[in-house]
């Protein structure tokens, strides 16, 4: 699976939108790109994912670059409630069989949305 | 509430106790996964089950023994275990869906274990 980088920490001001991003230069045209958050000592939470075009759901967007090679995290009015370690991983998808992949988890965006 | 649910969560046990951790889904997934988290590490894939099938051991010590009995539940038994195996225990569950091209993992809250 490709690698991922992300910056180790950001802040954002609470009702502002957050904007995390992810730099997957070498991600292959069969990888998704998943975004999964943590909260302290909690399961991770899976929070969206796209493969080409940008995704959109009740938490979050996602915007996928043309060339994929970047991403953007988008969480358009963050609260409080949204600190926690935000994971950006790229995984191949199903490819028949038993696919049931890795998700290989990195060290992740420490998000700190501030009152 | 993601459907996965792990018990205990908590549990404190010596080096020469035998305990189990408990993992069920709720989703009808088919494919069940454990992931290990250390301090300050990344999580670490375990085992991976998919229809009650090991698919995946990710190089982890035989003090750490695996079971599915069904695609609804997953058990970790543990056994003489070091106190550098004290981490969150984390389990998964995910399931295929025809046509998608890629399958979810959701996480249950996990069980923090501490081993004396």
């Known amino acids: 699976d490709a690698k991922t980088t992300q910056p180790p920490s950001m802040d954002c001001a609470e009702g502002r939108a957050a904007n995390l991003p992810c730099n997957h230069s070498t991600i292959s045209g069969n990888e998704y790109v998943y975004w999964y958050r943590q909260i302290h000592s909690q399961g991770p939470q899976y929070i969206i994912h796209g493969l080409k075009n940008n995704e959109t759901n009740e938490m979050a967007s996602l915007i996928i670059t043309e060339d994929r090679k970047s991403s953007t995290l988008i969480l358009p009015h963050a609260t409080l409630r949204d600190t926690a370690v935000y994971y950006c991983i790229v995984r191949v998808g199903f490819s028949g069989g038993t696919s049931y992949g890795k998700l290989t988890f990195g060290q992740g965006t420490i998000l700190t949305v501030h009152p | 509430e993601t459907g996965v649910t792990q018990t205990p969560r908590h549990l404190v046990m010596g080096m020469t106790n035998k305990k189990s951790l408990k993992c069920e889904q709720h989703l009808g997934h088919n494919a069940m996964y454990w992931y290990k988290q250390s301090a300050k590490k990344p999580l670490e894939l375990m085992f991976v089950y998919n229809f009650k099938e090991q698919t995946e051991n990710n190089s982890v010590p035989s003090r750490f023994s695996p079971e599915c009995p069904n695609s609804s539940h997953l058990f970790l038994h543990l056994h003489t275990l070091q106190p550098e195996d004290s981490a969150l225990y984390l389990c998964?569950?995910?399931?295929?869906?025809?046509?998608?091209?890629?399958?979810?993992?959701?996480f249950g809250p996990g069980t923090r274990l501490t081993v004396l």
């Open positions: 998964a569950s995910s399931q295929d869906r025809t046509g998608s091209g890629t399958d979810t993992q959701y």
